[in-house]
Nanobody
Framework: QVQLVESGGGLVQAGGSLRLSCAAS????????MGWFRQAPGKEREFVAT????????YYADSVKGRFTISRNNVRATVYLQMNSLKPEDTAVYYC?????????????????WGQGTQVTVSS
């Protein structure tokens, strides 16, 4: 079992930066692939980024590639999402997720555990 708690969201101006954190509890974090997803008002939840269990593989949605960076610290059982050059269209609730596999994936249904989400609002 893994419990996930996101933090670091907030209000930022366009062009600014935020770093989201997702703290995990449970013994399986170090072997779990992690992902970040987001859901904007009136839209379906969408994939943002994923990282393998040992961080040797990452993958990003085209909309955030080059601006966002996913990373993890297995000692601290935390995954991060560094978001730079933020745009108003990045406004959403951001969720982290973990899966009972070390391989990252863009598919939401393959994640086994989800956090409650943290709000990110980017003003123009």
């Amino acid at each position: 079992q893994v419990q996930l708690v996101e933090s670091g969201g907030g209000l930022v101006q366009a062009g600014g930066s935020l770093r989201l954190s997702c703290a995990a509890s449970g013994r399986t974090f170090s072997s779990a692939a992690m992902g970040w997803f987001r859901q904007a008002p009136g839209k379906e939840r969408e994939f943002v980024a994923t990282i393998s269990w040992n961080a040797d593989s990452t993958y990003y949605a085209d909309s955030v590639k080059g601006r966002f960076t996913i990373s993890r610290n297995n000692v601290r059982a935390t995954v991060y999402l560094q978001m730079n050059s933020l745009k108003p269209e990045d406004t959403a609730v951001y969720y982290c997720a973990a899966r009972n596999s070390g391989r990252g994936t863009t598919t939401q249904a393959l994640y086994d555990y989800w956090g409650q989400g943290t709000q990110v609002t980017v003003s123009s």
